[in-house]
């Protein structure tokens, strides 16, 4: 699949993207946790400034404070400076960050006093996976209001979920302990970003009662565009089309080994 965009609809993507903004309640736009939650951004470039140890303690704490199903806290948080990542992977850490964390979905904790779904791997896999997920997206807000920006990571510097069995073994992870994702962090060295194009309200949120709506292709389509002008304009030298050749290498490898991982199959 190619995607490609006319010099018009190219040019008119980059401006929709840059009109793009949080919609808030007059009666909230002095409010400071919101301001934070909506001025997030991905960062992809950092200064050489390190982040002081009780700054990233206190992220840390963020992400243990996270809620989690019946509270079994089924994540890991694997810490990185840029010297203990480049000994361990041999790469340096993306965009020259001088933190990192691995965020792993963790069930062989709690499986030591606790086997709560022995015949349901699917779904204590799953309830990993959103127990982790809200303890990175905590980090995150944390980081953002001590002035620390961060990115999440799924491929970047065979980070995330895309090679997660090479992860894990790196980490030397039990069985039932699964890297997620990577999220590094630092400070900003140049502008925020603009918002990525982000699907209205009315798109993502509906009534209940009502049943799911359909979807309108055009809407779609116009974020598809979208997408390919800001991830072409902002990666010069690369392409969205290169970019997803990328993941499609490497999906079925990783779909092979989260079943293996998840199952505990070695014929999967």
């Not at 989690?68 to 960050?97: C, D, G, I, M, Y």
């Not at 499986?111 to 980090?139: G, H, W």
Request: charged share 20%; net charge positive.
């Amino acid at each position: 699949m190619r995607f490609r965009l006319g010099p018009v609809r190219f040019v008119r993507s980059l401006l929709r993207i840059l009109a793009g903004h949080p919609h808030v309640p007059p009666s909230l736009q002095d409010n400071a946790l919101l301001g934070i939650l909506l001025r997030r951004r991905s960062v992809r470039s950092f200064s050489r400034a390190e982040i002081p140890d009780d700054v990233f303690h206190a992220i840390l704490e963020a992400g243990r404070l996270a809620p989690s199903t019946v509270n079994l806290q089924s994540w890991s948080f694997a810490t990185f400076t840029a010297q203990s990542w480049r000994s361990l992977f041999e790469r340096p850490l993306p965009f020259k960050a001088p933190r990192a964390v691995i965020i792993m979905g963790d069930t062989h904790r709690d499986r030591q006093v606790l086997d709560s779904f022995p015949k349901s791997p699917l779904v204590e896999y799953t309830i990993a996976v959103v127990n982790a997920s809200l303890a990175a997206m905590a980090m995150t807000v944390a980081a953002e209001a001590l002035g620390v920006s961060s990115v999440m990571l799924s491929e970047t510097g065979r980070s995330g979920l895309l090679d997660t069995a090479y992860l894990a073994e790196r980490l030397k992870a039990p069985a039932g302990v699964i890297p997620l994702m990577t999220i590094v962090f630092g400070y900003t060295s140049s502008p925020y970003p603009p918002m990525p194009p982000k699907f209205p309200l009315s798109t993502v949120c509906f009534d209940g009662t009502q049943g799911y709506p359909e979807v309108d292709p055009a809407l779609m389509n116009d974020w598809l565009a979208q997408m390919v002008a800001g991830y072409n304009a902002s990666h010069l030298g690369s392409s969205f089309d290169a970019q997803l050749r990328v993941y499609q290498s490497k999906i079925g490898q990783a779909e092979a080994d989260l079943r293996r991982m998840v199952f505990r199959d070695d014929s999967v």
